[in-house]
């Protein structure tokens, strides 16, 4: 499957906001002219970014009127103008003078896309992403059926994010199901092993956040599971402890043992020995989904 492979591109800039934030995506095809399939992949979070880090620590809900509850800092990403006014914060069209000096993720993207679309009329698109790439591709999603883009939907084939954490509350992910299923289309988180970030912000009664979609959840290197959401739901739970710390140890050493094509740089190996202090982080590397995705097998399960 090439989907999987989809997390390694490196992507260009699209969205400023708030002065010096940025959002990053990439829009392609699989051909130059008569293409079948668009891809819009959000990037994730680069470790050293700090304006990144910001965006995912920013935990607060901003409201999304009837649809639900979602992550600020998400929203912020795509372009929310006023997180208090929902009319004012998401206009279907985006009708500023400067639009084209400080465009806004959202809107810029999904231009584009309905260009690809005119230009290529028998295309489908899937949107992607990894990490904070995941969670902007579901929230670009949420505003696409928010603005009722009834002809763009039509030509979704499907969602896949790669170690996406929790995006928005309860009647957001109900809405989203309800939604996607009666359009008959798919989506689909991928989380591998002991994955820190799908596991945050916490599924609890303080902090109400909540997955939807199915998980493809990855026991192993060469084990895969269809299920409704992934075990340890919330990090932070005693009776995953040990099985963090075995994990990580197992990751290492079997890392060791692949083949020229699935050799690790030093910065991985670098993550793997940091993840043994903090089991979880090295789980949520790139390079563990796309190996995952080539080398396992799913237990009764098909995506297609």
């Known amino acids: 499957m090439f989907l999987p492979a989809l997390i390694l591109l490196f992507v ?14 990439y829009i392609f095809t699989e051909k130059p002219k008569n293409a079948k399939l668009i891809v819009v992949a959000f990037r994730g979070t680069e470790p050293f970014d700090v304006d990144d880090w910001c965006t995912d620590l ?28 929902l009319e004012k914060g998401w206009p279907k069209n985006d009708e500023r003078s400067d639009k084209n000096e400080h465009p806004y993720a959202y809107y810029t993207i999904r231009e584009k896309l309905k260009e690809l679309l005119k230009d290529n009329p028998n295309a489908k698109f899937i949107i992607t992403g990894h990490s904070l790439g995941g969670a902007l ?3 670009f999603t949420t505003l696409l059926l928010m603005h009722e883009e009834n002809e763009l939907m039509s030509k979704l084939m499907g969602i896949f994010t790669f170690g996406q954490p929790r995006v928005g509350d309860g009647n957001l992910s109900s ?7 009666q359009l008959s289309k798919r989506y689909y988180r991928m989380v ?3 994955d ?13 956040f909540k997955h939807c979609g199915l ?8 084990k895969g599971d269809l299920i409704g959401d992934q075990p340890n739901k919330n990090y932070f739970d005693l009776n995953y402890f040990l099985p963090h710390y075995y994990n990580s140890w197992a990751d290492l050493l079997q890392s060791r043992r692949l083949g020229e ?25 790139p390079k563990d989904y796309v190996n995952s995705a080539r080398l396992a097998t799913l237990a009764d399960a098909k995506l297609y």
Not at 64 to 85: P, T
């Open 192 to 194: 591998y092993r002991y």
């Open 215 to 222: 998980c493809l959840y990855y026991r192993g290197w060469y």
């Open 175 to 181: 809405f989203m199901e309800r939604n996607l299923n």
């Open 58 to 85: 920013d935990l607060s809900f901003a409201s999304m009127g009837a649809i639900g509850r979602a992550h600020i800092g998400f929203l912020k990403a795509l372009g929310l103008r006023d997180e208090y006014d």
């Open 196 to 208: 820190l970030v799908p596991r945050i912000p916490f599924d609890d009664p303080i902090s109400k």
């Open 137 to 139: 591709a579901v929230l």
């Open 261 to 285: 094509d699935y050799k690790e740089s030093q910065t991985s190996t670098m993550c793997r020995m940091f993840g043994l202090l903090i089991p979880g982080i090295a789980s949520h590397s």
């Open 12 to 25: 260009t800039n699209l969205s400023e906001y708030r002065r010096t934030k940025c959002t990053q995506a």
